[in-house]
């Protein structure tokens, strides 16, 4: 998937802000993070400027991306939550937050729909 300068710095953004949302930085959520990093071919400017990114303009950056774009953002937010293979209350507070503001929601809703017609 192939995500714009900006783009990238706002799932570094909303990454960062998963794995630190439960103030528990574990050694495999940084290795995942550092594959996701190498899969959108991240520069190191591009980190920098993600880690510092606020949080709305990163929010605002997703909301405006395309469905597949949010699929895969979907995909590495629900993994970066998964990687240390706890799920706090606060993460699932972030996730939630994230996904209502950038209708990341509705793409689950689809998700869900899918799979239940797939066991009909």
Do not use: H
Request: net charge negative; charged share 35%.
């Amino acid at each position: 998937m192939k995500f714009s300068s900006i783009e990238k710095q706002a799932v570094i953004s909303l990454m960062v802000g998963i794995i630190e949302a439960d103030s528990w930085i574990d050694d495999e959520e940084i290795e995942f993070a550092q594959e996701v990093l190498d899969a959108i071919e991240c520069t190191e400017e591009d980190f920098e400027l993600g880690q510092d990114m606020p949080l709305l303009p990163a929010l605002v950056t997703i909301k405006n991306l395309t469905e597949e774009q949010k699929d895969a953002v979907t995909d590495v937010i629900t993994a970066t939550i998964v990687a240390d293979r706890i799920i706090t209350a606060e993460e699932a507070e972030v996730f939630d937050y994230v996904s209502e503001l950038t209708g990341i929601d509705r793409i689950l809703d689809k998700v869900k729909v899918k799979d239940v017609k797939k066991e009909k």
